[in-house]
């Protein structure tokens, strides 16, 4: 398939308020621009949040005029660089539009197409930026190669730039002249820019310590509210302010932009519409890099799929699963009121929003508890109505392009957990989102991604049964059903890794909970799941090379299918298993018997293959291999001087 040159997969849009940093895009220029290739090219911006990184990357990727192709990749983690390789994947025909293969194959076809074009008698030159890129395992199978190429890093962290890139540069807040000229320059009142207000903004700079995004915040709020930063700042002035800090730390290890960010969100949310500050804070527990607006159209129908079975114990229930827009127009115009906020950026050609990380944070930060309780479970509630569901047990293969989409917001809703569980119940939405999307994660073949999720979904189902804080789910049915599904499907992870014990562990964890809730319950439904795990255990025994243990479960497994209705395509699995089961029984049986032999133990040997003959001829009664072991005993009975059990 033809690439699509020239290609300009840039995520975001060229910022018009950009202000001016000619030295930081000087030093890219000169290390990434040459005319001539010189082999791959690499060079990072280093610094903390908000200091203007990805702006600086952004300007650069839509000033030059150097590439033919330039791919944007969020590199946050090995999921959004993985959806970001299939965005680019799709966008140059390298697959199909609905097509998503295995991550490999989609890490392979990328880096291959940019091969290719540093491999042309004329080589085309490439760029790739890697946006907040951050240490994860995996990281340097995403790395290109090419002599035509180029590397743009935005990263917190100076050792990974070192180990990736040749050159970096330190990027640092405005100078003080400069933050105040940003403030004064892009003011939006016409207001009279007099000495007063020149001290205004450079006071304002100093408190915020002349940091970009703090400042952008600043701006805005200064114009929504038609006042001048003078004014602002005899507003604002006090000590007692939580805008006003005395002394900054000059480390990064102290977050002290977390607090000015924080400060300056709190004054701008009192300009915002209640709806414009809910969406807020749903986007503050969401992946920041790419949140697609269609979480916010979920019905109630697939909100509730697999949710609470005692409804009765959720009062605020009606209340989670209300959006904040109502409809398209509603959401357009919360977006823009954000948007003109400077505090969330829209997408090119998606209806995808994205916001800052140490934005985000603050926005978390300011929450109370009642705030941060509803804004967690509404999260829940949108993600399990826009998660796709297995239809009947089967694959999610024709629905992978929306799990990509999701999961990376999945991983986000479990590190908001984990941050702030003291405040929050166990929640057991949220595993069950993670059930299915480790499904999805197991097709593929992200196993490590799929067992970490695992993982912290088993600890929120034992922490709800230790404290029993699941309300609005049964403690003695959903917890247990969802703990033993979780099982299940991790042992299914390890079994396609081929981790040590093909997951039989987990399996046995899986059926154990089944087993007591077929006596307690005594539910058709747990009888049916338990055979499922029966048979997840006998495939974990035949993959140790435990034949012998796996048969009475397969047949007992293939017994309770022919009661129940029979054999049938959606059972039929496991009557194959049962079959491959009697083969390596077979097999295993003639070796056995082999040895005997060569132990002079004949009795023995001759017991054995008569085993192996009878289950041969049980399951493939016309085969050779059947055919070979009757030979075997019929010479051994020959030799016996037994002719007519020869014959």
């Known amino acids: 398939m033809a690439t699509v040159h020239p290609y300009h997969g840039v995520t975001y849009r060229q910022n018009p308020a950009f202000y001016p940093r000619p030295h930081y895009l000087k030093q890219m ?23 203007g990184k990805t702006q600086l990357a952004i300007e650069y990727a839509h000033r030059t005029s150097s590439y033919d192709a330039i791919l944007w990749c969020a590199a946050e983690n090995s ?31 990328v880096k291959q197409r940019l091969l290719s074009l540093s491999a042309k008698e004329k080589p085309s030159r490439w760029l790739m930026i890697f946006d907040n890129m951050e240490v994860f395992d995996g990281l340097s199978s995403f790395w290109p190669s090419g002599f035509s190429g180029s590397i743009l890093v935005t990263t917190r962290n100076k050792t990974l730039a070192k180990e990736f890139t040749k050159f970096q540069v330190s990027v640092t807040p405005f100078a003080p002249l400069d933050a105040s000229r940003f403030l004064l320059q892009y003011g939006t009142n016409d207001t009279e820019y007099t000495s007063q207000e020149d001290d205004a903004a450079t006071i304002i700079s100093q408190r915020l310590g002349h940091l970009p995004l703090a400042l952008d915040l600043v701006r805005h709020h200064v114009s929504a509210s038609g006042s001048s930063y003078k004014e602002f700042l005899e507003g604002y002035g006090e000590p007692s302010e939580p805008f006003l800090y005395d002394k900054f730390s000059s480390t990064w290890k102290n977050e002290w932009y977390h607090q000015n960010i924080l400060a ?84 090119v050609g998606s209806g995808s929003l994205s916001l800052h990380r140490i934005l985000q944070d603050s926005v978390a930060h300011s929450f109370d508890t009642s705030t941060r309780s509803r804004s967690f479970n509404r999260v829940l509630f949108f993600l399990n109505g826009c998660f796709p569901v297995q239809q009947d047990g089967g694959m999610l293969f024709e629905w992978w392009y929306q799990c990509e989409e999701y999961v990376p917001h999945i991983v986000s809703a479990v590190r908001f957990y984990k941050k702030h569980r003291q405040y929050l119940g166990p929640p057991i939405m949220l595993a069950e989102i993670i059930r299915r999307c480790a499904w999805y994660l197991w097709e593929r073949h992200q196993f490590e991604e799929g067992k970490n999720l695992v993982r912290d979904a088993v600890a929120i189902c034992k922490e709800a049964h230790k404290s029993r804080g699941s309300s609005g789910f049964t403690h003695e049915r959903y917890v247990p059903r969802l703990l033993s599904d979780l099982y299940n499907v991790m042992g299914a992870l390890e079994y396609e890794s081929n981790t040590e014990g093909h997951g039989l562990k987990w399996a046995m964890k899986a059926r154990s909970i089944r087993q007591e809730l077929c006596l ?35 047949e007992a497994i293939y017994a309770y299918d022919v009661s129940t209705g029979g054999i049938n395509p959606d059972n039929f699995y496991r009557t194959l298993n049962l079959s491959i089961c009697y083969q390596l029984l077979g097999n295993a049986r003639f070796y ?47 030799q016996n001087r037994d002719l007519n059990a020869s014959m």
Request: with cysteine; net charge negative.
């Open 592 to 638: 056995r018997g082999n040895l005997l032999l060569c132990m002079d133990d004949r009795v023995g040997a001759f017991d054995t293959f008569s085993r192996c003959f009878l289950t041969r001829q049980k399951l493939m009664p016309t085969h050779f291999d059947t055919a070979f072991a009757a030979h075997k005993l019929g010479a051994m009975a020959a």
């Open 79 to 109: 999921l959004r660089l993985s959806e970001s390789f299939t965005v680019h994947a799709r966008a140059l025909n390298l697959i199909k539009g609905d097509d998503v293969p295995q991550l490999d194959r989609i890490i392979s076809l």
């Open 520 to 554: 307690t319950l005594r539910l058709e439904k747990d009888e049916y799941m338990l055979q499922v795990v029966q048979n997840n255990i006998a495939t974990d025994m035949l993959a140790n090379g435990q034949p012998q243990d796996a048969l009475p479960l397969l």
């Open 264 to 347: 300056t969100y709190i004054l701008r949310i009192q300009k915002m519409s209640k709806k414009a500050v809910e969406m807020v804070h749903v986007l503050a527990i969401l992946d920041a890099s790419c949140i697609p607006l269609s979480i916010f159209r979920s019905d109630e129908e697939h909100m509730l799929y697999n949710g609470p079975d005692v409804e009765d114990e959720l009062p605020e229930l009606q209340d989670w699963l209300k959006s904040p827009v109502e409809d398209t127009y509603e959401l357009d115009t919360v977006v823009s009121e954000l948007m003109d906020g400077s505090l969330v950026d829209r997408t």
């Open 29 to 51: 220029s000169a290390q990434l621009d040459p005319d001539t290739p010189q082999g791959l090219t690499s060079f990072a911006l280093v610094g903390f949040g908000g200091c």
